[in-house]
């Protein structure tokens, strides 16, 4: 993906690998400046950072949508470009396993220009998915669960998948999951948040409410994984089925 940025004579053009991302992915980034006048110009604090992007900031254009910085560029403080010259700052940078993912309310962005004129600095967002495993656990809820995916956001430190359950008799009282995964070292943590319908029984009425349930597991790579690339899918529909099991025997 790219961006362009012309601030007066100079051309900030950014250039980043590739175009859909995921958690824990290396990107390649490039930010070539170029002064397109003959005479020469002076820039002063050249940056390239990638942030966190508060969309709904960004739309009020509050000045702090991207004031949460995740890693920056290793830039010269100023670049002296003759007439029509260009300078290039290379960075490659690994997205850290627990980082924000694209949802309504942020996402990872690029800003880039001169540091010296803040206000007018370019943005290029990213758009970043749960890490690849994370992604295939979604599908095993899908399949052979049948649970329905609603959505997924980040939610301070973890990947949040909402689902809604499958019309089956063991899960009648589970109004909705809400699948919470993050990497913490090498093992990845899973919490499994269940909103259940409760019924409290009088002489004269049923009462309906509803309560909230919470399983939570720690899984070594050894167990969840068969190969660094392959997930063992039959000891992770273990786990899944022994959580499930919490809810739909508890409330039977």
């Known amino acids: 993906m790219q961006g362009v940025l012309a601030n007066k004579n100079v051309i900030y053009r950014l250039e980043v690998a590739g175009a859909d ?12 400046v170029e002064n397109v006048a003959v005479d020469p110009v002076v820039i002063n604090t050249p940056c ?13 254009r ?14 010269p403080a100023e670049i002296t470009l003759a007439g029509k010259e260009k300078s290039r700052v290379a960075w490659d940078l690994t997205l850290d396993r627990n980082c924000v993912i694209s949802d309504k309310h942020q996402t990872l962005c690029f800003v880039y220009g001169s ?23 979604a599908a095993i809820f899908e399949s052979p669960f049948q649970f ?35 990497f913490s070292a090498e093992a990845l943590q899973m919490r499994y948040l269940f909103k259940v319908k409760t019924f409290d ?26 190969t660094s690339d392959h997930l063992n899918h039959d000891y992770l529909e273990s786990q899944i089925g022994a959580a499930l099991k919490t809810v739909s025997t508890s409330m039977t």
Request: glycine content about 4%; hydrophobic content about 40%; charged content about 25%.
């Open 21 to 32: 991302y995921c958690q824990g992915d290396q990107l390649c980034c490039a930010l070539t």
């Open 48 to 60: 390239l950072r990638l942030v966190v992007a508060d969309l709904k900031k960004v739309k009020n």
């Open 62 to 75: 509050d000045p702090a949508a991207y004031a949460e910085e995740i890693a920056s560029a290793a830039c």
């Open 115 to 137: 540091d010296a004129s803040t206000e007018s600095l370019g943005q290029l967002p990213a758009v970043v998915s749960p890490h690849k495993q994370i992604q295939g656990i």
């Open 148 to 182: 329905v995916p609603k959505g997924q956001r980040s939610n301070d430190g973890w990947v949040e998948l909402k689902f809604k359950p499958p019309a089956s008799k063991q899960l009648a009282l589970v109004e909705e999951l809400l699948a919470q995964l993050r």
């Open 201 to 226: 029984a009088t002489e004269t009425a049923v009462k309906v409410g509803k309560t909230k349930s919470m399983v939570e597991q720690s899984l070594e790579p050894r167990q969840y994984m068969l």
